[in-house]
């Protein structure tokens, strides 16, 4: 038992605690302590960073066994109460060790020890230099006399500006501080004030009347939590409307967050959030270096930025004065981490962070997760619909090509090459969608039967034909393409398509037009998008194939046609998702098509044409789609009629990746018979616990591990919540559990 006064301190470490140190008035430098701040602190034979949590009177611990906290990294709390609130929030929600959650939380630097603001060194005089200054001393070195004179006066000089006036002085600057003539002292740099309250730079169009009733809707509960789902087709000018709303909030004094997928993919809308207000603003996002992403997250705290758009972790950026948060896109999973320690959604934590700050939400998409229909539909959230294109555009029209019963050649069907013809003739672009890159995606003999095999998983290897390569997409196996079969010597032929090969046969098909190609292959610099997206408008390319990525946010008024050339992927799959998944890809990348004066036409190549969701979504568009699949998913009780956790696991046999999950079922089952089971038992009737598998994953072997997962399921969030927290204790202490990799994962939405 100690009495003396301690703090409590979360650190990145997997125990699910907070550790006691001692904070000795006489003396840690950097001294006071307070909740929210970086300490340094002895851990082990390691000294960690992490972040005081509360400052106590005394500790369970006896005074002998505390250790004191060695530094003090911050004057200021790194994390305000409201922060550290919702990242405690967040690591009971997601059962993550809190010390983890924070310092995921936190930019890279900073985790290091990076001070919170910018410091700069300047160079002043003491009095005895300004006197030796007067005298005109050293008489003999002009360097140092010159170094005086530039210091005269009392001003102080950064780094910078003496070697803009001086060139080279260093070595006089220390000659100086030897006769104590010179000192340096760290100040903090005067940075521009924030700007008074925004005023819109250049003019936006003036809203139609769909989008005024959005605005004003959003607008009115500007200083108060509501939830808002911004549902509107491709091309109805959902951005106008995040504009629109984050400038009234600037004009009362507040700041903006603005969460996108992927910043590399809606350069457009970084823009146009640029153009539209003369105020700093900070993106951040995953290609940023660590001393950029330091500088950006020092913008946002210090409250010179007055917007943060950024991707998944910016969801934890510091804001001064939070007006608004928008989240772009909601329905992308790119907003749930689902690697790593933390896993989390970024969609949700902001729904969470908005109702904590009091500030309205608004989740924006042409295809709302079904999730997100269901909150509309239980009252949760207002739907704001724009239901035109905002434009001179009309919607675009869909059909289906049924790939039984038409020729095809390499992929692409004789209506689909006849409709292309057509479009291109009548000065129109076109943009072919095929969600997988390479050249094909299997190697075979046709002699032996030999099938390119990666040796690390169960999957083939895709052929990269202009790189002459073998690849592996899911582990990143890289080898020569083989020109003969390893197995009997026979000539080897590729099977199937993808971007490379689609690319080569409109080549072919359509000589003298340039086509270019959208993908991770051939994209892999910064500039490398926004070049292609440049020949696109500018008309340079008349046609455009490529995975996913040019499905998003891109506005190309000239495109007319839009062929999808294989929409079967998504209805055989285990994953309950996968025909959401299917519908949004295919309603995003339609949206693509006529987004100018022109009517847009898009055709779907599928070998399933009476599948009953496919059927809705052409006869009733996107919401007849959702209708459907959210009755199915109620039937089956899948989320969002239920809650799922997962707990997946790889070890190095499918045995011991198994084995654990049998275990950790084991561990349930005991807990639920048990007498505190009843906890987890739900009052309404039938609304237990399910438990399901362990299973293998689909691809059970991953880059040399095997994966699998166990699902537990309640129609009750609350018990599911109360069971997750006694079972991860008892799985923290199966002896199995040291013999794989496991995490939990919270409303996981990727399933195998
Ligand atoms: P979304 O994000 O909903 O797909 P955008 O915001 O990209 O749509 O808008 C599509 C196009 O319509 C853009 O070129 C935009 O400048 C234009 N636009 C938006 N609102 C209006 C409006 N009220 N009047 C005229 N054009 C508009
Ligand atoms: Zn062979
Ligand atoms: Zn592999």
């Not at 170094?147 to 002085?169: F, K, P, Y």
């Not at 059909?399 to 003739?425: N, Y």
Request: charged share 25%; net charge positive.
């Amino acid at each position: 038992m100690s009495s003396s006064p301690v703090v409590r301190v979360a650190l990145p470490t997997p125990l699910r605690r907070l550790f006691d140190y001692r904070t000795d008035p006489s003396g840690v430098p950097g001294d006071p302590i307070g909740p929210g701040m970086r300490v340094r602190v002895p851990f082990g034979r390691q000294r960690l960073i992490g972040i005081a949590m509360e400052v106590a009177a005394g500790s369970d611990i006896p005074d002998e066994r505390l250790k004191p906290v060695l530094e003090v990294l911050d004057r200021q709390p790194i994390f305000d109460p409201a922060a550290l609130a919702l990242l405690a929030w967040a690591a009971d929600y997601y059962h993550h060790p809190i010390g983890e959650v924070l310092t995921a939380a936190l930019p890279k630097a900073l985790r290091l020890g990076a001070t919170l603001e910018a410091r700069e060194e300047r160079w002043l005089l003491t009095p005895a230099g300004a006197e030796a200054a007067a005298r005109g001393e050293p008489r003999r070195g002009p360097r140092q006399r010159a170094l005086l004179a530039a210091l005269a006066g009392g001003q102080s000089l950064t780094a910078a500006e003496l070697d803009r006036q001086l060139g080279s002085w260093r070595e006089a600057a220390r000659a100086l501080g030897d006769r104590g003539w010179l000192v340096t002292v760290e100040t903090i740099p005067q940075q521009a004030a924030a700007p008074p309250a925004a005023t819109a730079g250049g003019p936006g169009p003036e809203p139609n009347e769909e989008q005024r009733v959005a605005i004003e809707r959003v607008c009115e509960s500007l200083g108060a939590f509501a939830g808002f789902v911004l549902h509107g087709v491709t091309g109805s000018g959902k951005t106008e409307v995040y504009l629109r709303v984050v400038e009234r909030a600037m004009r009362l004094g507040r700041g903006a967050l603005v969460l996108v997928p992927e910043i590399g993919l809606t350069p457009q809308l970084v823009g146009r959030f640029r153009q539209r207000f003369p105020v700093p603003m900070t993106v951040l996002h995953s290609a940023l270096t660590d001393p950029e992403r330091l500088l950006a997250w020092r913008e946002a705290f210090s409250g010179r930025a007055r917007i943060v758009l950024g991707t998944r972790s910016a969801v934890f950026a510091p804001m001064r004065d939070l007006g608004v948060i928008i989240v772009d896109e909601e329905h992308d999973t790119s907003f749930k981490q689902h690697e790593g320690g933390f896993r989390y959604s970024a969609r949700d934590l902001a729904v969470v962070r908005a109702q904590r700050a009091g500030v309205p939400v608004v989740l924006g998409s042409a295809t709302p997760a079904l999730e997100t229909l269901q909150n509309v539909a239980a009252g949760r959230y207002t739907r704001l619909v724009l239901a035109r294109r905002a434009a001179a555009a009309v919607p675009p029209r869909l059909s289906l090509v049924d790939l039984r019963s038409s020729a095809v050649r390499a992929g692409i069907s004789t209506p689909s090459v006849q409709a292309i013809e057509r479009h291109l003739q009548a000065g129109g672009q076109v943009l072919v969608f095929l969600n997988r890159r390479g050249y094909a995606p299997t190697l075979l003999c046709t002699a032996c039967g030999w099938i390119a095999p990666c040796r690390d998983c169960d999957a083939r290897l895709t052929v990269h034909l202009g790189a002459a390569r073998l690849r592996c997409h899911h582990c990143g196996a890289d080898s020569a393409l083989p020109e003969r079969c390893p197995q009997c010597g026979f000539a080897v032929k590729t099977v199937g398509q993808g971007t490379e090969r689609i690319e080569e046969t409109l080549t072919t098909l359509f000589p003298g037009v340039a086509c270019i190609r959208l993908d991770r292959d051939v994209v892999r610099r910064r500039g490398d998008l926004e070049e292609a997206m440049r020949r696109m408008a500018a008309g340079e390319a008349r046609i455009l194939v490529g995975t996913q990525m040019v499905t998003k946010g891109h506005d190309f008024p000239n495109v007319t046609l839009v062929v999808v050339l294989n929409a079967d992927q998504g209805f055989f799959s285990t994953d309950f998702r996968a025909p959401e998944r299917l519908a949004q890809t295919i309603v995003q990348v339609a949206g693509r098509a006529g987004r100018g004066e022109k009517a847009g036409e898009v055709l779907i190549q599928t070998e399933f044409p009476d599948h009953p969701l496919l059927r809705s979504l052409l006869a009733e568009g996107y919401d007849g789609f959702a209708r459907a699949a959210l009755s199915e998913r109620s039937q089956a009780s899948w989320p969002p009629f239920s809650r799922l956790a997962a707990v997946r696991d790889s070890a190095k046999t499918a045995e011991a990746a198994l084995a654990f999950l049998t275990q950790a079922r084991k561990a349930a089952e005991e807990l639920r018979a048990s007498g505190s089971g009843a906890r987890f038992a739900s009052r309404a009737p039938g609304r237990a616990l399910r438990l399901l598998g362990p299973a293998p994953a689909a691809m059970a072997k991953r880059a040399g591990r095997y994966h699998a997962q166990l699902l537990v399921e309640s129609t009750d969030r609350a018990a599911l919540h109360r069971f997750l927290d006694a079972w991860l204790p008892a799985l923290e202490a199966l002896p199995s559990a040291r013999r794989v990799r496991w995490a939990l994962d919270v409303d996981p939405i990727e399933l195998f």
